[in-house]
């Protein structure tokens, strides 16, 4: 073990990318990407969180990534791991935890990849559709509140600036009952004008 | 016995954290944050911002160093960076430059 001159230890974290010559003993914690020429020992404390490449990997803590060994990969009966698998041999014991895809290369044609896809395009229409309306209801209904708000605003307000051009025309007319008749909404403001005019 | 070694061949592009001893004989890039003791041992190259305790370097360390206790050039190091810490000794041999603050 003394050989194996790399060890990151129990309350060390790594994060970022490792690569090497030499065996990797593994107790503490990796983050990122190991990539080594020989051997990645994981032991019970460690935790790796990386896409591993090397030669061998023997893994007896946790694993979360995907692992490429040009040699084996050996999950304990301690080890647990998620991710996919791609060596020549693997070798997984009573007791170890996995999931993940395993590919030992010579099945190659053997492997369906079209199930997993399937299943994943599936729901995603049905979250698209549900999605869409959603969004597209409440946009519709806001322009269309605030049109009819300001329609009423901008009506009295050329009704105010007619009236008092009105009442001068009509005493001379002598014509009362003329003017009513032309603007319904006006005739209250004209009238009470009209009583003022009367008195001057 | 330090728990942590890299190895002279193991390069890390990255960071390291932890609260124990590292000693590094290969190569380490980026940034390393200790509450312990940090070795660069004469294989050892560091192009890193050091935070630590102690700091001994052998070999050679690109970056600025931060030690709450001590740092110390060994000779035959090469040093480039500013060290602030309370205590900093320099070998006869050691290669340093940088500023130096023991406030």
Redesign the interface.
């Known amino acids: 073990m003394a050989d ?19 065996d ?1 003993l593994i ?2 914690k990796v983050e ?1 990407s190991i990539s080594l020429t020989k051997t990645l020992h994981v032991q019970e404390s460690g935790v790796v969180k990386a896409n591993v490449q090397v030669k061998n990997a023997i893994i007896s803590g946790i694993v979360v990534g995907n692992i490429s060994a040009s040699d084996s990969v050996e999950i304990t009966e301690q080890g647990r791991m998620v991710g996919d698998i791609k060596a020549p041999r693997i070798i997984i014991v009573e007791g170890a935890s996995f999931r993940g895809h395993i590919d030992m290369g010579d099945l190659e044609a053997q492997r369906p990849s079209s199930p997993l896809p399937i299943r994943n395009e599936s729901p995603r229409p049905t979250l698209a559709r549900t999605a869409r309306p959603g969004l597209s209801a409440p946009s519709a209904f806001r322009p269309t509140t605030p049109a009819p708000a300001k329609a009423p605003a901008k009506g009295p307000e050329p009704t105010k600036a007619e009236a008092p051009k009105a009442p001068p025309p009509r005493p001379p007319a002598g014509k009362a009952p003329v003017a009513p008749p032309r603007p319904p909404p006006a005739v209250v403001t004209a009238g009470k004008k009209k009583v003022v005019v009367k008195k001057s | 016995m ?21 000693v590094i ?2 190569t380490v890039k ?1 940034k390393i944050a200790l509450k312990q003791s940090l070795f660069v041992e004469g294989t050892g190259t560091v192009e890193a911002d050091i935070q630590t305790q102690n700091v001994e370097i052998a070999g050679a360390v690109t970056g600025n160093i931060t030690a709450t206790d001590k740092v110390e050039l060994k000779a035959n190091c090469r040093m480039v960076g500013d060290i602030k810490a309370p205590r900093i000794l320099i070998a006869d041999g050691a290669s340093f430059k940088g500023n130096v603050d023991m406030d």
Do not use: K, R, Y
């Not at chain 1, 970022?16 to 010559?21: F, H």
């Not at chain 2, 592009?13 to 124990?20: A, L, M, N, Q, Y």
């Open positions: 194996t001159s790399t060890i990151i230890g129990e309350t060390i974290l790594v994060n970022g990318n490792l690569s090497g010559d030499e990797l107790l503490g990122g | 330090a728990n942590t070694v890299i190895g002279s061949s193991i390069v890390i592009d990255g960071e390291i954290s932890g609260d124990e001893d590292l004989q290969g980026g």
